[in-house]
């Protein structure tokens, strides 16, 4: 495809936050859209809900305009451009698996990390595997969280390509209402930086787990991000302003977010977990997370996921009934439960098997504590549902921790 058709038919290729967020931004300019997914029941409950199953939830999708697939060689053959959103750490997993020629495709990497094992940028790692010319490579990158971008927060992008021009017809296709978009033609710096902070946003973390103060976080972002411009000048020199948000602001977003996972496996580590440790308790949160979803799909409650399980595990109906008239709470102390319910609410069942009474599952509304390399996680199982909101095959027990 020449420049004057650019980008022509788009293909998302991932299906995490990052990918639904750049996805979002597509659709409100693009008639239709591909969108590669490893996982064939994930793209069936896309097309059955209207959203991404387990990310950015609340961001609906008009389904007749995209084709979705989990083959990725019929995704590259039909699409003009190729928008690389995998996580790094499964890049070449994926990737490796195209066997269809795609060195005449533009090819856009949204994957801020290196590519395993060879240890090199995305944009070398696609030229030197399948051909892609220089000026047919592009990446994205700046200050831009997907939970935010979701959320219509003003979100600032920068789009590198060494074509200028190739880079400012990108940019019109991902600009939205809320989101902007600038160019530059540093494609390597941009990586590079996407890279480098990364290193810091975690070193940032450590130091929130240790509690050391945010007098200490500010002098050590201030230094992470002179040893950044140093270190960029030294592998492609060129001129650049390290205070452009692509760099400095990509940077502050990273290490200080409460969005940012990299700063929270930073913080867990601080705090004295192993660094195996710390990746096992950002996995459980992540299923966690999903878990949630899955309760929330299931049994329509729209509570805050930070709230307790034992108040969205209740539907609505039976809350204020159940809690406020039987004056009752289970309150979740230090991972100590603080108190039983003398009587249980409408809606629970007894101690025994499923229970007629109360029609669901065996059980009290329990808190348990349970310790994991020096994690105390709550967790509340409890039966939440009434004779009359429960499902025709029961009221399943589920998990809905409280982070």
């Not at 979705?68 to 053959?77: P, R, T, W």
């Not at 269809?100 to 533009?106: F, Q």
Request: aromatic share 8%.
């Amino acid at each position: 495809m020449d420049a004057a058709n650019f980008p022509g038919r788009v293909a998302v290729m991932g299906g995490g936050s990052w990918a639904t967020a750049l996805a979002k931004l597509l659709m409100s300019n693009c008639r239709r859209l591909s969108w590669y997914m490893r996982r064939d029941d994930r793209i069936e409950e896309f097309r059955r809900l209207g959203h991404n199953p387990a990310y950015l939830t609340d961001v609906n999708f008009d389904i007749d305009r995209i084709d979705f697939s989990s083959d990725i060689n019929a995704v590259c053959a039909n699409a003009d451009t190729l928008l690389l959103v995998m996580p790094s750490p499964y890049f070449k997993d994926h990737v490796d698996k195209i066997n269809v020629d795609i060195s005449g495709k533009y090819v856009v990497s949204a994957v801020k990390g290196i590519v395993p094992d060879t240890n090199e940028l995305v944009t070398d790692y696609m030229q030197r595997r399948f051909g892609v010319a220089a000026e047919r490579s592009l990446v994205i990158s700046g200050p831009c969280h997907a939970e935010e971008v979701a959320l219509d927060r003003p979100s600032y992008l920068t789009i590198g390509c060494s074509d200028m021009a190739v880079a400012e017809a990108f940019a019109k296709v991902i600009v939205g209402k809320h989101t902007h978009a600038i160019t530059s033609s540093d494609v390597n710096g941009i990586e590079y930086a996407a890279v480098l902070k990364n290193v810091y946003a975690i070193a940032a973390g450590i130091t929130h787990g240790m509690k050391t103060g945010d007098n200490f976080s500010a002098i050590l972002i201030s230094n992470a991000i002179r040893e950044m411009e140093r270190f960029v000048d030294a592998v492609c020199p060129r001129p650049r302003q390290i205070c452009d948000s692509v760099y400095l602001g990509d940077l502050l977003v990273t290490a200080y977010s409460r969005f940012s996972r990299n700063h929270n496996f930073g913080a867990m580590i601080g705090k004295g977990y192993s660094v195996k440790a710390a990746r096992m308790e950002m996995e459980r949160r992540i299923l966690r997370h999903k878990m949630h979803l899955r309760h929330q799909r299931f049994c329509g409650c729209d509570d805050a996921y930070s709230r307790c399980c034992l108040q969205c595990a209740v539907p609505r109906s039976s809350r204020a009934k159940g809690f406020q008239q039987y004056g009752t709470a289970l309150r979740l102390t230090h991972g100590r439960r603080t108190r039983q319910p003398d009587t249980i609410p409408p809606g629970f069942a007894g101690n025994g098997p499923r229970s007629a009474a109360a029609g669901g599952l065996g059980g009290r509304p329990a808190v348990f504590r349970r310790r994991t390399d020096g994690l105390v996680a709550f967790q509340a199982r409890l039966c939440r549902f009434r004779a009359d909101d429960r499902p025709a095959q029961g009221c399943p027990r589920h998990t809905c921790p409280r982070l």
